[in-house]
């Protein structure tokens, strides 16, 4: 089992920064991958960015370049850097662990975090 909780989420005007941070239950180092996904209101859950275990990452292109994903082993915890903040990232911000402890992988979630970029 792997527990997740973020924090970080908020109220943010246009071309404002945020972080993002999600604690997790296991080491980070023994985990396949995590990352950060999004849902706005009446739109599917989209993946933000991601990062493997080998430290690979992956973006959403709308985010590359404003976002950064990244995370401290020691602390057990992934950020989410976002910069130049636009009225479209306003979603719930879901962080995302997978995990294969012996043969099979497991998905867990965190309970989201709200960001809202309004003026």
């Known amino acids: 089992q792997v527990q997740l909780v973020e924090s970080g989420g908020g109220l943010v005007q246009p071309g404002g920064s945020l972080t993002l941070s999600c604690a997790t239950s296991?080491?980070?180092?023994?985990?396949?991958?995590m990352g950060w996904y999004r849902q706005a209101p009446g739109k599917e859950r989209e993946l933000v960015a991601t990062?493997?275990?080998?430290?690979?990452?992956t973006y959403l292109d709308s985010v590359k370049g404003r976002f950064t994903i990244s995370r401290d082993n020691a602390k057990n915890t992934l950020y989410l850097q976002m910069s130049s903040l636009k009225p479209e990232d306003t979603a719930v911000y879901y962080c995302n662990a997978r995990w294969t402890p012996f043969v099979s992988t497991y998905t867990y979630w965190g309970q989201g975090t709200q960001v809202t970029v309004s003026s």
């Open positions: 296991r080491s980070i180092s023994r985990l396949d991958s």
């Open positions: 990062i493997s275990a080998g430290g690979s990452l």
